[in-house]
């Protein structure tokens, strides 16, 4: 991609962000998805973005990629999920692992936006170990018939065809993964909404039974699944922390610019001690969160050069695990700053503050809890045998 390209995508992404404020924010208001995000990012080309031209994407560098997820991210996590959804665990396995008629079919019109994607790993009872997962897949002469249910799924009920994860039935053999197509009576989902933050983009439960997929969809080889879906989690626990640096800067910007407008105590708040704390710290947070994404960043630049090097793909997926939890978890830490530098009015959802920090609180739990996230930085540096699971 060309210096000119980037600047173009980054225009892009801009212009898309400054349209996309006042309905993101009556949306959000109003507590429903919104459901123009998908033609605008359409219109400003935005849903294949690292992804080459020739299956309609703007064949952005993974740099150019999460700076406008980062850009997005200061919209809110909610906007950023839809993207995240779709491109960096949607669309990233069939990219990575797809054959060439699947990336015809599903990878091209996915980055035209004629396709929406999502990614179905966890489940009800499988979570943070996605081994325990219960969806089951048998083979019916040239397809694949899956049953089970899959559980919070980011863009699962608005989209066109979702990365599907299961077992041979019988309980012998190993995960296998699938581009399965929605819709149909054997496709039932649910939206859920019921959430603490998030009101404007779509989580859903779905439920497959006997749900037919071509022989031609199983992604991979059959056995591949856990592979794919682990190295997928590299590429959106990347995203989850770009949206998070976006969430940071949104709330350093909403924090500076409110406390020097805001006058308590004959001076603006902004020349109170405790207040500049707080501007500090988020500032802290911000530059921490860029410094360690640009690491993570080159670490799976050179993965990806290399894929089969398995000590680089270790350093970027540790790399990229440290840099997602540090980046959701300091990012909760400012918006809950921006809350408290807004005082009653940063608890009232008509300022930003209040939703970064009602949306963000989710990024400490998906692509990896806070928990599981630690243990995986101890086993790799302990030694796999001393890991807690085994």
């Known amino acids: 991609m060309t210096d000119q390209q980037t600047d173009e995508l980054r225009a892009d992404v801009e212009?898309?962000?400054?349209?996309?404020?006042?309905?993101?924010?009556?949306?959000?208001?109003?507590?429903?998805?919104?459901?123009?995000?998908i033609g605008l990012a359409r219109k400003y080309n935005l849903l294949g973005m690292p992804y080459d031209s020739k299956y309609g994407g703007r064949g952005a560098s993974l740099a150019a990629y999460l700076d406008a997820i980062t850009r997005i991210g200061r919209e809110g996590s909610g906007l950023r999920t839809l993207f995240s959804g779709h491109t960096s665990i949607g669309e990233y396995p069939v990219a990575r692992f797809g054959s060439e008629e699947q990336k015809k079919a599903y990878?091209?019109?996915?980055?035209?936006?004629?396709?929406?994607?999502?990614?179905?790993?966890?489940?009800?009872?499988?979570?943070s170990n996605p081994?325990?997962?219960?969806?089951?897949?048998?083979?019916?002469?040239?397809?694949?018939?899956?049953?089970?249910?899959?559980?919070?799924?980011?863009?699962?009920?608005?989209?066109?065809?979702?990365?599907?994860?299961?077992?041979?039935?019988?309980?012998?053999?190993?995960?296998?993964?699938?581009?399965?197509d929605t819709g149909g009576e054997?496709?039932?989902?649910?939206?859920?909404?019921?959430?603490?933050?998030?009101?404007?983009?779509?989580?859903?439960?779905?439920?497959?039974?006997?749900?037919?997929?071509?022989?031609?969809?199983?992604?991979?080889?059959?056995?591949?699944?856990?592979?794919?879906?682990?190295?997928?989690?590299?590429?959106?626990?990347?995203?989850v922390a770009a949206g998070c640096l976006g969430v940071i800067e949104d709330c350093l910007k909403e924090t500076i610019d409110y406390s020097l407008?805001?006058?308590?105590?004959?001076?603006?708040?902004?020349?109170?001690?405790?207040?500049?704390?707080?501007?500090?710290?988020?500032?802290?947070?911000?530059?921490?969160?860029a410094s360690l994404l640009d690491k993570a960043i080159a670490a799976k630049v050179a993965s990806d050069a290399s894929p089969d090097d398995r000590d680089?793909?270790?350093h970027a997926d540790l790399l990229a695990a440290e840099t997602k939890f540090v980046a959701s978890n300091v990012a909760f830490d400012a918006a809950d700053r921006a809350v408290q530098v807004f005082g009653g009015r940063g608890y009232s959802q008509l300022y930003r503050p209040a939703r970064h920090w009602a949306d963000v609180r989710v990024c400490r739990i998906y692509e990896g809890t806070d928990e599981i996230i630690k243990l995986k930085i101890a086993a790799t540096l302990l030694g796999k045998e001393n890991s807690a699971f085994r």
């Open 261 to 289: 407008e805001r006058s308590q105590h004959g001076k603006p708040i902004a020349r109170h001690q405790l207040v500049q704390e707080h501007v500090a710290q988020i500032e802290l947070a911000r530059v921490t969160t």
């Open 186 to 239: 054997s496709f039932e989902h649910e939206d859920m909404t019921a959430k603490v933050g998030l009101p404007t983009s779509n989580t859903s439960m779905f439920e497959l039974t006997d749900h037919v997929v071509p022989e031609g969809n199983m992604l991979g080889e059959e056995g591949d699944g856990f592979k794919i879906a682990m190295e997928t989690l590299v590429s959106g626990r990347l995203s």
């Open 131 to 180: 081994l325990e997962m219960k969806m089951t897949y048998r083979r019916e002469g040239d397809t694949f018939l899956l049953n089970g249910t899959k559980y919070l799924i980011s863009n699962g009920g608005i989209a066109d065809a979702i990365v599907v994860f299961g077992y041979p039935e019988g309980g012998k053999g190993r995960i296998s993964a699938f581009i399965a």
């Open 107 to 127: 990878l091209a019109p996915a980055c035209r936006g004629e396709k929406i994607l999502a990614f179905g790993l966890t489940e009800p009872d499988a979570g």
């Open 15 to 37: 212009a898309f962000c400054q349209e996309i404020r006042p309905t993101e924010e009556l949306c959000y208001l109003e507590h429903r998805f919104n459901d123009e995000a």
């Open 312 to 314: 680089l793909y270790a």
